[in-house]
């Protein structure tokens, strides 16, 4: 992950602060950074009910903006990477294994390492499919909400109780929830399916079974002897 620095960030110290969805998330308070300049964590003021502390690993200025990168996508995409490349060096020594060319003295303790590294990406990748699935719930359950205020105010709205000024801004507010609600539910959906992928291939190292493809006539044939087959031919 690539770290901010001190000097690119500074500059945002009590500014609003948003997510990649474009919900401003609070206010950035202070910053804690290494002797290096590199930025280890923020403190943003969330409204007027705390502070909160981001890592700095998961900052990114985008648009001239400071964005936080949610915890779910942060934790995905750390580990898919991480999944990815433990992948490929299992292929690399495997390769090299089977050429024979260094002493299994040297070859073995590196796939045991290796092994132990997977094993406990294993375990985080359950971890981080829970978080996953957790946001997805939660998001699933603002809608509804959402849902529910929106056909509240168009009761009040078709009753003549809120006047169309009124009734204008609050559909506006609900339609953009709604909108950024879809759009992470659809991200986080499809970060745990990129995430079941890259899982398959580290864990196992096998590939889809494509099954081979077969034309319309040689569909109709099996079919008619898959039928054949069921036929019982009964004597009086």
Known sequence: MVYLKIDEISRFTGYDVQDEYGRN??????ISSSVDGRVENI???IADRGLESIDGER???????????????????????NLDRAYKRRKALDTISGQNELPSSVIE?????????????????EEVKRIINGRISEIEVD??????????IDILYFSGEVSEKGYTQSMNHLKRMRDIMTEEKRSAKEYLEKLEKTMQLAFTGDKEVSKPKINNEEA?????QQQDS???KIEG
């Open 220 to 224: 109709k044939v099996l079919q008619e």
């Open 109 to 125: 303790p590196m796939k045991r390492r290796l092994d132990e590294e997977i094993k406990a990406l294993r375990i985080k990748a």
């Open 59 to 81: 900052l990114k200025i985008s648009d001239g903006k400071v964005v936080v990168v949610p915890l779910w996508k942060f934790e995905a995409s750390r580990l898919i990477e």
């Open 143 to 152: 809608e509804i909400r959402v849902a529910r205020a929106i056909a509240n």
């Open 230 to 232: 069921l036929v019982v």
């Open 25 to 30: 998330i609070g206010t950035i308070i202070s």
């Open 43 to 45: 403190s943003i003021k």
